[in-house]
């Protein structure tokens, strides 16, 4: 039923994710199909919602929902597609990736695209963070390292850190390079960054790591042990 198909779901990370470990499970094939999030869709054409999920998109776009009825999901999660489409000019696949900033999910036999979005936000000049030099610290491994964060830290916000960084003597930086010494992970949202759950940051690093970088992935707690 699904084969050669373009499909809908809203967080679409989870379902897909879902169907592709029980046919993992049972032995069978993926299927030959495109798909979209309505969740992510949602998020470039109603900007400064203070939520997403289904119920409250249906309920400022005037949707009739039954929800958690599967025939009803379903039908509101394609009603508040075609409306997004339609207030975002998207009138083919092709135009998703330019006017909706999401990139089409694939799944094949052999494997999968997920499909996600990229965060739009302006670099923040880094250069701009002046540390206190009393409290340099040339015992920290930070010290005179290049450092860089993704995702969300949960025991403080980026820029604390960053100060932190700063003040020990370190170097931050916005992006990963081969000059790069330590990346920081805190929380992803796979919603945003895709299924695998790791940002660009993280691919790139990782990568790296791989042509014989000796650049460093830790994690939050891991972080705040050598601060």
């Known amino acids: 039923m699904i084969e050669n198909k373009f499909l809908l779901a809203h967080n679409a990370g989870f379902d897909f994710s879902v169907l592709r470990w029980t046919l993992d499970y049972y032995n069978l094939d993926f299927p030959e199909l495109q798909y979209a999030c309505s969740y992510i869709i949602s998020k470039k054409v109603w900007q400064g919602l203070p939520a997403y999920d289904l119920k409250t998109l249906c309920q400022i776009n005037k949707i009739n929902l039954k929800h958690h009825k599967a025939e009803s999901d379903s039908k509101a999660c394609a009603e508040l597609t075609i409306k997004a489409l339609e207030l975002s000019g998207t009138n083919s696949i092709e135009e998703f990736p330019d006017k909706l900033k999401t990139s089409i999910g ?4 052999g494997g999968y695209n997920p499909s996600n979005t990229k965060r739009e936000y302006k670099a923040k000049d880094l250069s701009k963070i002046v540390g ?3 409290k340099h610290n040339i015992e920290s491994v930070f ?33 990963i ?8 992970v805190g929380h992803q949202d796979y919603r945003i960054v895709g299924e695998d759950g790791m940002s660009s940051k993280q691919e790139k ?3 790296l790591i791989e042509k014989g970088s000796e650049l460093e992935i830790v994690s939050e707690s891991e972080f705040l042990k050598s601060i």
């Open 143 to 175: 010290h005179g390292r290049t450092v860089v964060f993704t995702g969300t830290l949960s025991s403080m916000i980026r820029s604390e850190a960053q100060q932190i960084i700063t003040d020990i003597g370190g170097i931050n930086a916005n992006s």
């Open 205 to 207: 690093a990782i990568k």
């Open 177 to 184: 390079t081969k000059n790069t010494d330590f990346l920081v």
């Open 132 to 134: 206190d030099p009393s």
């Open 106 to 109: 694939r799944l094949y036999n």
